[in-house]
């Protein structure tokens, strides 16, 4: 299936925002990654291996809290940049000298695709992709057959107060449009993906000032609508901006969408001319010979 770009999201902006770096995790995902590990509670599986895609933006502290949980599994981090990969290291990698480093599998860090895993974790990432199918596409290569993905990201009702600010004073949207999450199932299957289960709900938050709540809005990310405004504002429109948010109640809605979803066995399909390698032809044939076999008469 040939890649389709969101229309209303600028890469440029997308690739700048992936590869800035932030003094901690927001607030807001360390939430939403705290809740997605109550899914977690759902799937008996115990991964021996898992990747952590994204965790600076996705939540260091959720790193520490999926490790715990799988304390003797191996995780590799993939993060965007070197600075990153040091952001992670100083804060999830034990001193050399505690126990705690010879006892437990050491986390690989690279911002390379990384090798299979039996779990993929991304939190809070799909939604400032500027290619998601590109992005599904990587996280279905780095998971072995079998292995599931644990994903959130926000849904099309997020940031309606502020969106509805910007249309009454005449300005560009404040953020780009977010995907429903029936569609993002529907990607999760085209990039080969199995089972995919989506559910959302919404986070409210209140502020006590117009202050706090930009300063919220800063650290969550950066706006990549294609249409934004693109020159630097000055101080008149920020006093404007200021005085039409301490109009309304002070709250920003958050449609967070999660979304889990497998990677199945490969399907044989042969055509008029089809090559297929000698090690999947086993494969096919091992798992025929198995379901034929039958009780004895």
Not at 87 to 114: D, G, I
Not at 124 to 151: E, I, K, R, T
Not at 182 to 211: K, Q
Request: net charge positive; charged share 20%; proline share 8%.
């Amino acid at each position: 299936m040939a890649s389709r770009q969101p229309p209303t999201i600028d890469p440029i902006a997308a690739h700048r925002w992936w590869h800035a770096v932030l003094p901690e995790s927001p607030w807001l995902h360390e939430e939403v990654a705290r809740r997605m590990q109550e899914r977690l509670d759902l799937i008996k599986r115990q991964p021996a291996s898992w990747v952590h895609w994204a965790p600076v933006r996705g939540g260091l502290q959720a790193q520490r809290a999926l490790a715990q949980r799988y304390p003797k599994a191996t995780c590799t981090v993939r993060e965007t940049s070197a600075a990153r990969m040091a952001q992670v290291a100083n804060q999830v990698q034990p001193s050399w000298w505690t126990p705690k480093r010879w006892l437990n599998p050491q986390t690989q860090l690279t911002t390379e695709l990384p090798p299979p895993a039996q779990m993929l974790w991304a939190n809070m990432s799909l939604h400032m992709a500027a290619d998601p199918q590109a992005l599904m596409a990587q996280w279905h290569q780095a998971l072995q057959v079998d292995g599931f993905l644990m994903f959130s990201c926000l849904g099309p009702d997020t940031l309606l107060e502020l969106r509805g600010l910007y249309q009454s004073l005449g300005w560009p949207a404040p953020c780009h449009e977010f995907t429903d999450m029936h569609d993002w199932g529907d990607m999760l299957v085209a990039a080969g993906f199995a089972e995919p289960v989506m559910d959302m709900e919404r986070i409210t938050l209140t502020f006590e000032t117009p202050e706090r709540l930009l300063q919220e809005l800063r650290g969550l990310g950066h706006n990549l609508y294609v249409g934004r405004f693109s020159a630097l504002r000055g101080r008149t429109w920020h006093a404007q901006l200021l005085c039409a948010l301490a109009s309304r109640p002070l709250q920003l809605t958050f449609e967070v969408v999660y979304g889990h979803a497998f990677k199945p066995e490969p399907k044989l399909t042969v055509s008029a001319q089809s090559e297929i390698s000698l090690d999947q032809m086993r494969k096919v044939l091992a798992r025929g010979k198995s379901q034929s076999v039958g009780l004895p008469n």
